[in-house]
């Protein structure tokens, strides 16, 4: 058993932390912004919570954050209230946030420089893959800080993997936004097609879901879809953020991203019509319009 900390508890921390104490049995203390939250999750799972990041982080062998971007990362890590100034020498600090390359490097240096380690660790498999404790995890850091870490993981992973050194597991992540986001525009293209040529969708997706046009989100999304329902996953707005951390490191690292640019002004679109909480697959409303 390990001595654990949680900061952020949304709808991926939540789950995410009970894990740690359900599956896994370890020793959690949890922060949140909202103390409501903590107070709640604490009262469910038996663990504590505490005022600030820096108290939750002391004394802990893990340390795990999970918050919304690169800014909201650096508001609960670093300072004086911040994880690293309680974290105790050795510990580990975890960032399960879906954040910037250079963001994840920079912690690594300031964990270094206070004798502590550190992983980049942004997860995918959405509110679902949370709750069910099934989450994929890419990460970036040293092998031997990353194989101490990966038991206390699993407990809500169903999939490991060391990418390479800090930053490589935000940058593996950007490679899954890119293909999430042309596999989400190709489905809603062609569920939009079937509907214009008056085909069931359902039937159609029957036969080819089992073929080379396969994919989850065609398993999981085209009924949602072709009913015009969008209240199923990750929002629209985080997937733009998160396509903009893409297309900023592209710029940076000389990649060309023409799909995943078009892509992002179409959310914007679905943005500007009202729809920046709805799920990812609503790329299909922008075309039935």
Request: charged letters at 20%.
């Amino acid at each position: 058993m390990a001595k654990t900390a949680f900061i952020g508890l949304g709808v991926m921390g939540f789950p995410m932390a009970g894990h740690l104490t359900a599956k896994g049995g370890h020793e959690v203390t949890v922060f949140n912004r909202t103390t409501d939250k903590a107070e709640r999750w604490a009262s469910q799972h038996g663990g504590a919570f505490c005022a600030t990041p820096r108290e939750a982080a002391e004394g802990a062998d893990f340390v795990f954050v999970c918050v919304g971007n690169d800014d909201d990362v650096r508001s609960v890590v670093l300072g004086a209230d911040g994880a690293l100034a309680g974290m105790k020498p050795g510990a580990t600090l975890v960032d399960h946030t879906t954040a910037s390359a250079e963001l994840a490097r920079e912690l690594d240096q300031a964990a270094r420089e206070k004798g502590l380690r550190f992983l980049d660790a942004p997860v995918s498999g959405g509110q679902a893959g949370a709750e069910n404790g099934v989450l994929t995890v890419m990460v970036g850091g040293e092998s031997e800080t990353f194989e101490a870490a990966r038991p206390v993981i699993d407990s809500y992973a169903r999939m490991v993997g060391l990418m390479g050194p800090a930053g490589s597991g935000q940058l593996a992540k950007m490679m899954n936004q890119i293909c999430i986001a042309g596999l989400v525009e190709g489905l809603a293209e062609a569920i939009h097609f079937g509907q214009k040529a008056g085909l069931d969708i359902a039937t159609v997706v029957d036969v080819i879901s089992k073929g080379a046009a396969g994919s989850w989100q065609m398993e999981n999304r085209h009924k949602t879809m072709a009913a015009g329902q969008y209240e199923f996953g990750f929002a629209v707005e985080w997937m733009r953020k998160d396509l903009g951390i893409c297309l900023s490191e592209a710029r940076r690292n000389g990649a060309s991203l023409p799909v995943t640019a078009l892509v992002d002004q179409f959310y914007a679109e679905v943005e500007a019509g009202g729809g920046k909480r709805w799920d990812t697959s609503s790329l299909l409303s922008r075309l039935n319009r």
